[in-house]
């Protein structure tokens, strides 16, 4: 396509572990269950109570920047604070930059602003006066784009910039899209950032269809039952290395590639057999030009869902083969619970980590291996490895997949920083 | 780089439930609903582009015409018609492998009726009725992925959902993937869907607005904002593609520019950085725009002052003024499904050497507005679109 590299220089996380991407990856490397029962709401009338929120501290802080209530939505505050984050890790003010066009952003959610969303349908449900109505939120708060606009407007974000809502998928196709923008010269450089929250009717939609576990998630385990609804928000800069290595920033990773596919088979199942999912793989390794055996590591979609674990080793088998038993998988959502749009950022930046460290966070509650996984599971503590290139999946409704592969710093690049 | 046309288009919206008869449009006024007394309407004379009849089992299996929502049903619809007219759907099959097409969706609200539908149980406290049939039907991206099952499409597949600008992020995102080798053939498209919600929150915004009288464009004034629904698909490949399979292109994709003017940027300014970045993005001189299809609404809202305001500064100062046109003003605002319908109008206009007209110009403009069908010159085509709070996305096009 064109001989522009990308890299990782910046991250910023927001998670059930608090603020910041040393709490999430130690707290994951630890193998640290953040599942809880959900307090936000009364979760009696439904199957499962249990999920993995944001802690009421986060925000709170010194020294924090940006305000929760004038943000106005709980998922774009999160996303406020990841992106800060990562914009201080990579020595970037957008508002000093005299890049033109400026950074640019893109945004991955699945269901920001339901929460304000669910508050202003419950006061028009039981009848409120005109008093308690110019009480609730602000309607803009539960458009699905209103992050991506606080976003850029607070940050300054100039460049090209999109919002991407593919449910669990989210996080990944976005870093593809950014992906795309810097390899193809649309910017030099590009904010891939995205925050999610528990609502609800999230949590009781997902109850609905038996997703919940109603003890703990287990992911790839023979007795997995379902997963807990997890919050947070995840940012990574991506640029050029060249613009990298020009201003000496430091490089955690380099972005190979991603692939997209649809499993045109059901709006809320997986692909039986895999072949769906395999396809958003087979073409992140092929524009990455990846070899088959160059992978070490798979940063799993693992939901602990029957179907999606046993569908996404399947799709991988078919790939891999005989190398399966020589490759390391892990999900940290057996830790962090799903979180939905932000999820596949979040992983993206384990992943980074696993690449630019060399550990693996565990799956844990890992006990009984599914039969037809011959894959390494990193179970219930950290691994370390050399990770040449690492694969990192997520699947969504609607039939999405998207897998980005990612790879260790440009050997120059090392040496620089 | 490949070389990306569009070979096809699929329409259904307030004015017709297919490209075609949308083509014969003329400058009349469309017939709008009332905005039903129910459904927080803003006052007497508001009105609404809404669809009845939209036809769920052209395309559809029973069983999923049972469950789908109507933002499903119509770009199932439009999908089909664009695949159809491209003769790449004949007799329940794709012509060329599913695996190789595809899917781009762009939507700004549709959650809102998904969100309602599944969600009151919650909300009113009766969990025991939610039914989880309902559940997808919560995400944005459903559309897009009904359109992969009715099809059988596991091609790239996404859904963009960047505002009342996201079909315009779908074709642009559709062209990434064409030209550089990804795919070869790909549906790109917007949907949108009026509900209850989306209604409250748009009596909400326009409760200043004035409700009296009509649309009225390019003028500046104050005029009646009118929300639609629909869906629009286009067929979009690459040239060889279109070649090999003997299909002729309606226009060439020539680039695509997507990105945001800081807030409260002077006109001069916005103009300036226009002509310096969007205008070569989209790979055309403003000097070679033969017919500009805008994205104004007939309001006073600052997207459309905005996107006025420019289009005057370049036309004036530049010596150059195209033809402009405006096809909300034929179905109403349908936000991602009128932006990809501004992008089949000026895809239309090149090939066709004449542009659709607009409804109600205000007598005010002072822009070269296609007030009939006129006669455009096929050099290029610019499609733009401005939100007024400083995001824009515009596509050029140029003849095939």
């Known amino acids: 396509m064109t001989d522009r590299r990308v890299v990782v220089t910046g991250m910023g996380a927001v998670s059930a572990y608090g603020r910041g991407v040393q709490a999430f990856w130690e707290g994951t490397l630890d193998g640290r269950s953040a599942a809880r029962p959900i307090t936000a709401f009364d979760t009696a009338p439904f199957r499962s109570g249990l999920g993995a929120p944001v802690p009421e501290s986060v925000g709170l802080a010194p020294g924090v920047q940006v305000q929760r209530a004038a943000v106005g939505e709980e998922a774009a505050f999160y996303a406020c604070l990841a992106v800060a984050e990562a914009l201080e890790a990579a020595g970037l003010d957008p508002e000093q930059s005299d890049a033109d066009p400026g950074i640019g952003c893109v945004v991955a959610t699945l269901c920001a602003g339901a929460r304000n969303l669910e508050r202003i349908e419950r006061a028009y449900q039981t009848g409120v006066d005109e008093a308690a109505l110019a009480a609730l939120p602000d309607d803009e708060t539960t458009l699905v784009d209103y992050q991506l606009r606080v976003l850029c407007e607070r940050f300054g974000l100039l460049g090209p910039s999109t919002l991407i809502s593919t449910a669990c998928a989210s996080g990944t196709d976005a870093l593809g899209w950014g992906f795309d923008q810097v390899r193809l010269g649309a910017c030099d450089a590009l904010v891939v950032a995205g925050g999610d929250i528990i609502s609800e009717v ?17 992911p790839f385990d023979r007795d997995r039952n379902g997963f807990v609804i997890g919050e947070g928000a995840g940012a990574l800069v991506i640029e050029t290395l060249e613009r990298a290595q020009a201003r000496k920033a430091k490089i955690w990773a380099e972005v190979l590639g991603y692939g997209l596919s649809n499993s045109a088979y059901h709006l809320t199942a997986p692909s039986k057999d895999g072949s769906g999912e395999s396809l958003a793989m087979r073409r992140a390794l092929a524009t990455a030009g990846v070899g088959l055996d160059e992978v070490d590591f798979v940063n799993a979609h693992g939901t602990a869902t029957s179907h999606n674990d046993r569908s996404e080793v399947l799709a991988l088998a078919s790939i891999f083969a005989d190398r399966a038993p020589e490759i390391s998988i892990t999900s940290i959502k057996s830790m962090i619970g799903h979180c939905m749009g932000a999820a596949g950022l979040m992983e993206a930046i384990s992943t980074v980590m696993s690449v630019n460290t060399g550990q693996i966070p565990p799956t844990i509650n890992f006990e009984q291996p599914d039969d037809i996984n011959t894959f390494q599971v990193v179970g219930n503590t950290a691994r370390r490895r050399t990770i040449r290139a690492a694969m990192s999946n997520s699947f969504g409704f609607a039939g999405h997949n998207s897998c980005v592969v990612i790879g260790a710093p440009p050997a120059a690049a090392h040496l620089e920083t | 780089m490949q070389t990306v046309v569009i070979t096809a288009v699929g329409a259904v919206n307030a004015r017709s439930m297919d490209w075609d008869s949308f083509g014969e449009a003329d400058g009349s006024a469309p017939s709008f609903a009332p905005w039903p007394a129910d459904a927080w309407s803003p006052g007497e004379g508001a009105i609404i582009g809404s669809l009845s009849g939209v036809d769920r089992g052209r395309y559809m299996s029973t069983m999923d015409q049972r469950a789908a929502d109507k933002v499903t049903a119509m770009t199932v619809l439009a999908a089909g018609q664009a695949l159809e007219a491209a003769g790449l759907w004949r007799d329940g099959a794709t012509t060329v492998s599913g695996d190789e097409i595809a899917t781009i969706i762009g939507t700004s609200r549709p959650e809102f009726g998904g969100f309602n539908k599944f969600g009151l149980p919650v909300i009113s ?108 698909v286009l067929v979009l490949e690459t040239l060889e593609s279109a070649r090999r399979r003997s299909r002729e292109p309606l226009a060439r994709v020539t680039g695509a520019a997507i990105g945001r003017y800081r807030s409260g940027t002077e006109i001069s300014e916005a103009a300036e950085a226009f002509a310096r970045r969007t205008l070569p993005a989209c790979g055309l001189s403003w000097e070679q725009v033969g017919v500009v299809s805008s994205g104004v609404a007939g309001t006073d809202r600052p997207s459309d002052q905005r996107e006025t305001a420019l289009l005057e500064w370049m036309a004036d100062r530049r010596g150059h003024a195209p033809v402009v046109t405006a096809c909300r003003s034929l179905t109403g605002d349908a936000e991602a499904a009128s932006s990809v319908l501004q992008a089949a109008v000026a895809a239309a206009a090149l090939s066709q050497g004449s542009v659709l007209p607009t409804a109600n110009v205000s007598p005010r403009a002072r822009l070269n507005v296609a007030r009939g069908r006129e006669a455009v010159r096929r050099d290029g085509a610019l499609v733009t679109g401005f939100d007024g709070a400083g995001a824009y996305a515009c596509l050029g096009l140029a003849a095939a």
């Open chain 1, 202 to 218: 999230i949590h009781g939609g997902f109850n609905s269809v038996f997703s919940i576990t109603q003890t703990r998630p287990r």
């Open chain 2, 125 to 232: 406290g009766n969990v025991g009725r939610i039914n989880p049939v309902l559940f997808p039907y919560m995400a944005r991206s459903v559309a897009c992925g009904q359109v992969c099952i009715t099809f059988k499409l596991r091609g790239y597949s996404t859904n963009m959902a960047a505002g009342p600008l996201s079909g315009v992020h779908a074709i642009a995102r559709a062209w990434d993937l064409l030209r550089t080798g990804r795919c070869e053939v790909a549906l790109a498209g917007g949907t949108e869907c009026l509900s209850k919600a989306s209604l409250r929150y748009s009596a909400r915004r326009y409760a200043a607005a004035s409700l009296t009288g009509a649309p009225s464009y390019f003028g500046g004034e104050a005029g009646k904002p009118v929300p639609a629904e629909g869906a629009t």
